[in-house]
């Protein structure tokens, strides 16, 4: 069966890093473009990160850009981001999702993680 199952969440200091790790099962990672998402509470879902398929290159928000990096391992089928600088404004669930291409729309994404919680504390 097709699985997407992240780890890594916890409860770091503002300032501090964190790696998250996305483990795919069921289909290989590499074919799909990678993405993660966020939820804070009261908030909606929004896209943070993306990496292409093809070229590994990456794309990311605007929040995130300079702190945040995404990486692939085609070898162990998962993709990681990579944290720094955490703010309390980080605070959320975060989701890995594979889908056909980066800028794919929301709604049509298939795969999801079950997500993991970050908390960054004041």
């Known amino acids: 069966h097709v699985q997407l199952v992240e780890s890594g969440g916890g409860l770091v200091q503002s300032g501090g890093s964190l790696r998250l790790s996305c483990a795919a099962t069921?289909?290989?990672?590499?074919?799909?473009?990678i993405g993660w998402f966020r939820q804070a509470p009261g908030k909606e879902r929004e896209g943070i990160s993306c990496?292409?398929?093809?070229?590994?290159?990456?794309t990311y928000a605007d929040s995130v850009k300079g702190r945040f990096t995404i990486s692939r391992d085609n070898a162990k089928n998962s993709v990681y981001l990579q944290m720094t600088s955490l703010k309390s404004e980080d605070t959320a669930v975060y989701y890995c999702?594979?889908?056909?291409?980066?800028?794919?729309?929301?709604?049509?994404?298939?795969?999801w993680g079950q997500g993991t919680q970050v908390t960054v504390s004041s």
């Open positions: 999702a594979a889908y056909p291409r980066c800028n794919y729309p929301l709604s049509l994404i298939p795969y």
């Open positions: 069921g289909f290989t990672l590499g074919y799909y473009a």
């Open positions: 990496i292409k398929s093809e070229d590994d290159s990456p």
